[in-house]
């Protein structure tokens, strides 16, 4: 008797109807969107913070490096001791002092400059600062070995290599932080996933022995269709969570950008200053039509089809060994001693995927991981963008799906006699015994 | 084919402990047979493995004279010791899925869950969830999914506990009245006052072997020590009992009646009759008391499993 549908059935409505996952699904966009406003609206305000920083140059080559941008203005104090000038910077309350010392020479002058504030200043305000000092002393020297400032300035080249594949297709730069950003969001989508209806699968579980009522059903049905029911319909109840997040959070961030008028791009994210870098070399006019070019570049269709089949394998993978682990025990404080070898190859993944993949996505250590089947989902969703031969990843599957299997297995085992047993908390020896029951 | 149900030496084994070993049952037609056993006995080992939950490792067990097969789980109703039900779900929901699983379209659960929500008067709980009811409500609940699909086989597993004794007599005149119908029921309890009420046949095990087995009358007979309970009124207390020590083995006896009787049990021997003690006693004193002993339940089952540990 196939009892599966009647089970998967009843598993997604009990999710679906639940009320902690109703308010959970309509809350979390909301609080995500909340976050990242007030996250974005801090850190322009930070930005957009004017502030007066004081100039005392002893020595006089750096007069007129430091010129007024829209939110810093500089003054020169020329003239005054450094004691008045602290006092008159701490009078007027500005953001601090930059002090260069009377050096002996040029090459003298890097050991003499001193910054002097209320509180300790910003990092990008130092560093700024920095570039323009050096810069201009650079340009000092040169001077002085007799080089003039037109011979600098056309000296100044900019390079943008070409690249293209012996197959004669274009990419750029930007093609890459596109490719990153779609790979990097499927590993990482896979990763939540995994994590959150991994748990509530495994909860699930747990609920039923609990409740005693796991020996009424397994007198009506096989355990394996039980766990699958469990597996599938948690899923399904994931995938509308989802999708529900994915188009409130998607309505809610125009709305909340358009009333606030927050320009959500300011939030600086590591990926984002790499587009920003990248973009750099293109003017903004090019970005759009780069940006097109370099999504439409992407392998689409194979990385549709690809993403459907690690999620789901990866996915099936990993919720299976939820649910023997909700078998293995009677209460979620046990499970803690169970999680750590699940939730270590899942981390691994999503190191591997951050660091490795974008240095060298065809390096070995990649190309080793995305066939692993406990890493593979993850870090073989990353590496498709960059190009994966089909045979590659038509092995990497075939090996997840044989894995799958296993776990299933294994997963039917543990379940079968775990869900008989109660009081005490298994260990990994009693597991394996319960292998051969 | 008088037995339903046949267990042929059935053995399993948990890694290395012995969980049932040879252990062969017959569960005649129509009868109501208890199955008792000490706590860990492996009671609850055979139960499943007649319920498909876990597999033998020797032996066969047969239903209808047809080895188990997965279609079998619809002729089987079975309430396990370990009980329960989703707490959250509504009751109506509950039943409905539960005898889904059994194989029942939903239209006819509805109207066979109707017909017994009437009979025992519980229709309003229908919308209400589990966590609302008591811990003997939800027995109710989950006594009527057991027998919601009309099995030819009924397992129950301590069956009343949880229940006060007004519903214990409610579900055991239930069960009764299935059994009439042409139910078969497999009954195990430690509560042997229970046994004695229903039960036909039993079988008993211990430490993973099966002990005892058959009707529970002949059993009895079996027990028995041809001992007699007697009440006697006499002037000469003394000469009354040394008269009867002299003829038979006799040991005192503790019972409640009305008079300051001399009480004794009187143990015969195979050639005398219950007539013979009588119409001697009657010549020795006025008899207000005579029973025969017949062993109890709980008598077979603790000197049974005295005996073999």
Redesign the interface.
Known sequence: ?N?LP??IK?EYL?KVK?KSFIVMTFLSPLIMIALFAVVAYLSQLNNDKERTISILDDTGYLEDVFENTEFTTYTNLNGLSLDDAIALVKEKEDYGLLYIGNASSLNDVSGHVKFYSEESPSLSVISGLERQIEKRLKEKKLELDGVTLTQIEASQTDIEIAQESFDGEKSSKIDNVVKLAFGGAAGYLLFMFIVIYGNMIMRSVI??KT???I????????PIQLMMGKIIGTSLAGVTQFVIWVILGGVLLVVVSTIFGIDLTQVQTPQQEMINQAMQADGTQAMAENLITAISNLPLTNLIIAFLFFFIGGYLLYSSLYAAIGAAVDNETDTQQFMLPILMPLILAVYVGVFTVIEDPHGTISTVFSFIPFTSPVVMLMRIPFGVPLWQQALSLLLLLGTFIFAVWFAAKIY?VGI?M?GKKPTYKELF?WL?? | MNDLLVANSVSKN??EFKALNQVSIAVPKGSIFGLLGPNGAGKTTLI?II????MPDEGSVLLDGQPLK??H??D?G?L?E????????KVGEQCL??A????LSKTEAKSRLKYWFDKLDIGDWWNKKIQELSKGQAQKI?FI?TVLHQPKLLIFDEPFSGFDPINANLIKDEILQLRDEGATVIFSTHRMESVEELCDHIALIHKSNKVLDGKLNDIKRQYKTNTFEVGLESLDREKVISEIQDKFEVLPATFRNLNDDIKLNIKINEQTSPNDLLSFLTSKAQVHHFVEVIPSASDIFIQTVKNNQ
Do not use: C, D
């Open positions: 008797m009892h009647l089970i009843r009990t639940n609920e039923e409740s005693r009522i020996e009424v059903i397994i007198s009506s049905v096989k079968r008989l109660y015994k051969k029951y | 948990f890694g499943r319920n498909q939950i876990t997965p279609e789980i619809r089987i079975y396990p370990e009980r329960g039900l989703y707490k959250s779900m899925y539960l889904q699983l059994k194989g989950q999914v």
